[in-house]
């Protein structure tokens, strides 16, 4: 399925390779924090500002608290206090050299989590710190307090999913047998919906895995999509949703790295992904459980952190750091290029027909190079026929087809496209000859098997032939 996606928009390049933590505040300001030049930057409308400069570390979380904007650097692990009037200090200054989460209780105190050793702390608003717990991992990677109050913590190496109850008394909700509990977010009576995820997130593909999703395609641009993910060995992604009674369901099995995940509705998830920079939504409905639909993909490697307030998602990417907004409405007019198609041969184009619903538009082109450049023919006039017409475009080995969807009364959506094509003749090759004992008789009833041709059973041949002929 081929629908309209929402349109996505850059709204600050951060000037950054990375950036790892997003927070906005109440008034809708945002906060962004780079992985290597150390900076958190403060988005007002069009203005951005530099707020805080620890170059060289990389500013991994955020959190906004009282009017008060707390950042953790690493590898130097410290949390740093931006106060209202703009001025910053070190906050909290543990012993780890790590600090991955922020989070904030209902009493206004700050929770860290740290890790090589993982601990976590909290911190009141006068900076005084004590220790929680230390949980037998590497690191706290992850923070969040569910609707009811109650904190919770992701681990790595192993992932478990730590809940604090009175007295700070930690008990593990689940252990998914992964490697990190990278993303925890509140949904409604208590539900958590978690991401875990295996060690290797980043290595190079060597494989696919198929899946089956909606794909939308959103702005101007031309773009390709596909249903195949890349996978790397060990790699995998798994969304749990944790009810408040401490049972759990497997939402979503994914090849993608999981970096973050958000809450859209009532009915549906945000998945921010790497390293194909790809942003689904998944469908918490009972009645489309698990249902994912590839909502876009942005100019970057990954999508590093989410933030939605329901009227706006915004995200921080990495490779390149930026800023970008989801919009919540489909583009105006969105169209999706097909992978190039190859006849292996020079080809006579026939008919192109689609199926599916809206206003759609087809146009094709063809060339004799693996990837289309300037000699392959121009896209032909589009044309809304759903039934079927003549492909224009001259014959060759290699065939594209464009469509174009544009909103109207009916949401377009593609579910089919079909290309008839005639390729040269080509001389027959003989690939084996198999000389049968004298006497022997194939037969078989044409009736039971339509098509079928008598003495080119291969099991047959096989078993009749004699040793060593």
Request: without cysteine.
């Amino acid at each position: 399925r081929v629908v309209v996606a929402p349109l996505v928009s850059v709204v600050a390049d951060l000037s950054a390779p990375q950036a790892w933590s997003l927070a906005r505040a109440t008034d809708g300001t945002w906060f962004a924090g780079t992985g290597g030049t150390g900076r958190v930057l403060r988005g007002r409308g069009a203005q951005v500002d530099t707020i805080l400069n620890v170059e060289p570390s990389a500013i991994h979380a955020l959190a906004v608290v009282n009017g008060r904007v707390f950042a953790a650097s690493s590898p130097d692990g410290r949390v740093h206090v931006i106060e209202p009037d703009g001025s910053s200090r070190v906050f909290f200054d543990p012993a780890e050299s790590y600090i991955w989460a922020l989070a904030a209780d209902q009493q206004g105190r700050l929770w860290v989590g740290a890790g090589h050793p993982a601990v976590v702390y909290r911190v009141d608003a006068a900076g005084t710190s004590q220790v929680v717990y230390r949980p037998a991992a590497r690191h706290v990677v992850s923070l969040a307090m569910d609707t009811t109050g109650r904190m919770y913590a992701g681990t790595d190496t192993p992932a478990r999913l730590y809940r604090f109850g009175d007295a700070d008394r930690p008990f593990v909700v689940f252990e998914p047998g992964l490697s990190e509990l990278r993303a925890i977010v509140p949904a409604q009576n208590g539900t958590l919906y978690v991401a875990a995820l295996t060690s290797g997130a980043d290595a190079a593909p060597d494989a696919s895995v198929t899946g089956s999703v909606t794909i939308t395609v959103g702005g101007t641009n031309t773009g390709t999509a596909s249903t195949t993910t890349p996978a790397t060995p060990g790699r995998r992604s798994t969304i749990y949703r944790v009810t408040s009674d401490g049972t759990w369901d497997a939402l979503w099995d994914t090849a993608d790295a999981v970096y973050d995940l958000a809450v859209r509705d009532a009915n549906s998830l945000l998945v921010a992904t790497g390293p194909e920079g790809r942003l689904y939504q998944l469908s918490t409905a009972a009645a489309t459980w698990g249902a994912a639909t590839l909502v876009n993909t942005v100019d970057a490697k990954q999508i590093t952190r989410l933030a939605t307030d329901g009227a706006r998602t915004l995200a921080v990417t990495a490779n390149p750091g930026r800023v970008v907004a989801i919009a919540t409405a489909p583009a105006q007019a969105s169209s999706y290029a097909s992978a190039v198609r190859d006849a292996k041969t020079t080809a006579q184009w026939g008919s192109i027909r689609w199926e599916g619903l809206g206003s759609v538009a087809l146009q094709t082109r063809s060339g004799n190079t693996l990837l289309p450049d300037d000699s392959w023919s121009p896209w032909a006039t589009p044309t809304p026929q759903a039934s079927g017409f003549a492909i224009t475009s001259p014959s060759a080995r290699f065939l594209q087809w464009r469509a174009t969807l544009t909103p109207g009364t009916v949401a377009p959506v593609v579910t089919s496209v079909t290309v008839a094509y005639l390729p040269r003749n080509l001389r027959p090759v003989v690939s084996e000859i198999t000389v049968h004992p004298p006497g022997v008789v194939f037969q078989r009833p044409f009736s039971s098997e339509e098509g079928a041709i008598a003495g080119l059973d291969e099991a047959v041949a096989d078993a009749r032939r004699p040793p060593g002929s």
